[in-house]
């Protein structure tokens, strides 16, 4: 990891600032939940930082870190009165632009395969769609939240089909970690993540991209019933 170029790291780097302050802003600038994030960052890049995810053979397997804990965390919001507050005051059009930071991360993934980092399936000379959403992501937010010309079942749709994109590209990073799970990348597994500071990508930008889909979701559906309930 230490030959890799200094351009990787630093965009890769302001990326994840960059999905901070916007989700920091669509919050209505929450600072606990800065507060939250930036505990949360700290703690992954002292565990990166010392080996810890490095040691790949435990069972369960230590990259369970990245992602356990900040999923229990949006369960919470979902299942808890004042996390649906919290969730329904957040800007739906900023959790939108948003996922443009998909662009920067595909191209850090694809510098990352070629120094041999990552497997090709991780990008989009392999399979993987993902940078779509980031392209996408600026038309959705003018024509839906700018103009308002894009129709909520369109912005919707958009939202399914960038958490497929999603779960995708996850799932082949989940199996090409080396680890007794592994089913993909064996010539050329998944090391980055396990690396400050790509693995801010799992625990950070991941969790942030899902949550901010799944809010829209949810917006969706409570307009959808809403809406049925003005009708009767």
Known sequence: M??????????????????????????????????????????????????????TDTIPPRGILFILPPLLFIIMLFITAGGRRFIDQMDPGTLTLLHTIRIPVEIVLYWLYLDKQV???MTFAGG???????ITAPIIFYFGFVKKQMGKKIIFLWNLICLGLLFLIVRHAIF????????????????????????????????????????????FI??????NRQQK
Request: charged share 10%; aromatic share 16%; with cysteine.
């Open 176 to 219: 090409s970690v080396p680890s007794p799970f592994q089913k993909f990348g064996f010539d050329q597994p998944d090391i980055a993540i396990l690396h400050f500071p790509y693995s801010w990508l799992p625990s950070c930008i991941v969790p942030i991209v899902l949550f901010s889909h799944l809010v829209m979701i949810r917006r």
């Open 128 to 134: 993987n769609y993902d940078i779509i959403s980031g």
């Open 2 to 55: 230490n030959n890799l170029p200094l351009y990787s790291i630093v965009v890769f780097i302001v990326t994840v600032g960059l999905t901070i302050l916007l989700f920091y802003r669509a919050s209505n600038y929450s600072f606990p939940l800065f507060l939250i994030i930036s505990f949360w960052l700290v703690l992954q890049a002292v565990l990166s930082l010392t080996g810890f995810y490095q040691v």
């Open 119 to 121: 497997p090709k399936l």
């Open 222 to 227: 409570l307009s959808g019933t809403s809406e």
